[in-house]
């Protein structure tokens, strides 16, 4: 079973960044696509951005367009997320994902435990 390892998370200041980093087992890495998802306090997980494996196409929620960047690096067989102009709506626990570039989070078949970004105003 694939086992996913986020870590980046933390608590920063409106306006500021992060970068999670998702550390993915070289032969899942080779083989899906990967997302992100974040799930706030008392609501469903959702999408959050996504990346091909073939073609490094990637696709964003709306609301983080223009603010976060997902790129992978086949070499460390890692997934990040680049977070840019947090906002206090952006507090989850943000989840990686492999499987699929959906916007369904049925879609992928592995995650990680999770990392805690909180976003103060």
């Not at 929620?61 to 086949?74: C, L």
Request: glycine share 12%.
């Amino acid at each position: 079973q694939a086992q996913l390892v986020e870590s980046g998370g933390g608590l920063v200041q409106a306006g500021g960044s992060l970068r999670l980093s998702c550390a993915v087992p070289r032969h899942t890495f080779s083989r899906y696509d990967l997302g992100w998802f974040r799930q706030g306090p008392g609501k469903e997980r959702e999408f959050v951005s996504a990346i091909s494996r073939t073609t490094g196409n990637a696709v964003y929620r709306d609301s983080v367009k223009g603010r976060f960047t997902i790129s992978r690096d086949n070499a460390k067989s890692t997934v990040y997320l680049q977070m840019n102009s947090l906002k206090p709506e952006d507090t989850a626990v943000y989840y990686c994902g492999a499987g699929s570039t959906s916007y369904n989070p049925k879609a992928y078949n592995f995650w990680g435990q999770g990392t805690q970004v909180t976003v103060s105003a």
